[in-house]
């Protein structure tokens, strides 16, 4: 058996299922800055860790609804 055979293959995908609707955005050159910095520091790429900060932004903008609701 050669060592190719024995390499298991990732099974890693680069996005989650469903995830098929890219957007693009502008951002400015300090904002890219901090994206690249953090990603580095995740270990991430720059598309999975926009993609972090987006999620996390819209369950905040959720919960502050939520919160404005019972008010």
Do not use: F, W, Y
Not at 35 to 41: G, H, N, Q, S
Not at 55 to 66: F, P, T, V, W
Request: proline share 4%; net charge positive; aromatic share 0%.
């Amino acid at each position: 058996m050669s060592t190719a055979e024995t390499i298991a293959h990732p099974t890693t995908q680069r996005a989650p299922k469903g995830c098929n609707r890219p957007v693009m955005t502008h951002v400015t050159q300090d904002e890219r800055d901090r994206l690249d910095a953090l990603a580095t520091e995740q270990q991430r790429s720059l598309s999975a860790t926009t993609r972090l900060l987006v999620l996390k932004g819209l369950a905040q903008l959720d919960a502050e609804a939520g919160a404005a609701g019972r008010a």
